[in-house]
């Protein structure tokens, strides 16, 4: 199977986030027409109060989504770093959990207009949970190395 070098892995990784980055900016600016395109005809022309509520949890979200970038960011500097199994690695992975967790409940909110929220908010919760164990693992690997490295 192909495999590719951790270091341009790790590269593309980095490039790919910025991209996401660049794309959740440009959501930032899109936003407020896609809850138009989004909402029934008969309420496309004014801004009622499920406009609002809809276009304020699409910026929660996106705000969101853009600290979870940073941090899988930071994460990745670490890691070409070498320094994987530290408390600062485990406190970005920490963050990006708790994000896709309050990405899920936003998207509970938004499921009272949209049945497709329900499925991403179900999503969103998975990832976190994932996120959360896998932060778990990182923990406990960091604790051993450091217990390793007092033995030497």
Do not use: H, Q
């Not at 029934?40 to 979200?61: K, N, Q």
């Not at 600290?67 to 199994?85: I, Q």
């Amino acid at each position: 199977m192909f495999r590719i070098r951790k270091n341009a892995s790790v590269m593309i990784s980095l490039i790919l986030t910025g991209v996401f980055f660049a794309v959740l900016i440009l959501c930032l600016f899109i936003m407020p027409g896609f809850v138009r395109l989004i909402l029934p005809v008969s309420r496309r022309t004014i801004m009622t109060g499920d406009a609002v509520l809809i276009t304020a949890v699409g910026y929660c979200v996106l705000a969101l989504a853009m600290l979870a970038d940073v941090l899988l960011f930071r994460l990745l500097l670490v890691v070409r770093a070498g320094e994987v199994f530290t408390s600062r690695s485990v406190a970005l992975i920490r963050g990006v959990s708790w994000c896709a967790i309050v990405i899920s409940l936003l998207f509970l909110i938004a499921a009272r207009y949209f049945l497709i929220a329900l499925a991403i908010a179900f999503t969103a919760v998975l990832l976190g949970l994932c996120l959360r164990v896998v932060k778990n693992v990182i923990e406990e690997a960091t604790a051993i190395k450091a217990e390793n490295d007092l033995t030497v």
